[in-house]
């Protein structure tokens, strides 16, 4: 076959087809009787494979030297398996990223509708944002909400956290925030039965069991929900463990950027620049 088809069933350019061919990644082809070359499907065979290796990363001598020797061998050569490995761990990650970025993707559209149904026909300027952090045991998460969003927000906010069950702030939590430069030594866990006769703007719940049980407050139709992960669940060293809390810091450091400032705005309020990041 001649040398455009074999680039379009490989799908790159003739010129590349003979590039690889100077550069030794493809043996010199036949030449027909009439002088042009001969290309046959082993040659495809070996190009694909080659635009395949390149595509992970490889320098193209070592792809065609992988490729021939899967080729001549007809099965993956040892070499090539880290490599594939070291790819399958990269897909995995850009999924997960990609996870991740819908799911924020989602808390901000519900974010926005929230605050479209907390915007407030006639601002006003001193009254703060009030916001309502809500999980099972008030011990990490919410507590962590709360007080990055206090740190964060400033005066425009007004922010509180709360349990289904009252039990004790981790000290993970207290460490992480101690990290950005927040004393939390002094919080307590809280009942959310203490906030009942209580109107807040914005009442989130950071995990399932809390979206569950949480009691409607009144005033408040604008409920949302983060789905965070537990990481007073993680076992393991105290490095482990903390850096567990850290992973929970800064996924909630990630939520509150759109948060606040939809929040600001649907208050009639204008975005204030923060030159001090949220997670540290």
């Known amino acids: 076959m001649r040398i455009g088809e074999v680039a379009r069933r490989v799908g790159i350019a003739p010129s590349a087809v003979r590039w690889y061919e100077d550069a030794g990644v493809l043996p010199p082809p036949k030449r027909g009787t009439n002088g042009y070359r001969d290309y046959d499907p082993s040659d495809v065979a070996r190009l694909r494979l080659v635009a395949s290796l390149r595509r992970l990363g490889l ?9 021939r020797l899967c080729l001549d061998h007809g099965r993956v050569d040892l070499d090539l398996a880290p490599v594939l490995a070291d790819q399958r761990a990269a897909i995995a990650r850009q999924r997960d990223d990609l996870d991740r970025l819908e799911a924020e993707l989602l808390d901000l559209e519900l974010t926005m509708a929230a605050a479209g149904r907390a915007r407030r026909t006639t601002p006003v300027p001193d009254a703060p944002i009030r916001v309502l952090f809500v999980c099972t045991h008030n011990s990490a998460r919410s507590q962590i909400a709360e007080a990055l969003l206090e740190r964060y927000g400033g005066d425009d906010f007004e922010v509180c956290s709360a349990g289904t069950e009252a039990t004790r702030v981790n000290p993970y939590a207290v460490r992480v925030l101690a990290e950005l430069g927040i004393d939390w030594s002094g919080a307590r866990s809280k009942v959310i039965t203490e906030f009942l006769d209580q109107q807040f703007d914005y009442v989130i719940t950071v995990c399932d069991r809390a979206r569950e049980t949480c009691p409607v407050f009144p005033g408040s ?30 996924e909630i450091s990630s939520r509150l950027r759109p948060f606040i400032e939809v929040a600001l705005r649907a208050a009639g309020r204008r975005s204030t620049v923060r030159t001090r990041p949220l997670s540290g």
Not at 59 to 67: H, K, S
């Open 59 to 67: 320098a193209p001598v070592e792809a065609g030297r992988l490729a």
């Open 221 to 250: 139709q604008n409920t949302l929900h983060w789905g965070l992960d537990d990481p007073s669940e993680v076992e393991g060293t105290d490095e482990q463990k903390l850096a567990a809390f850290r992973r929970t810091q800064v």
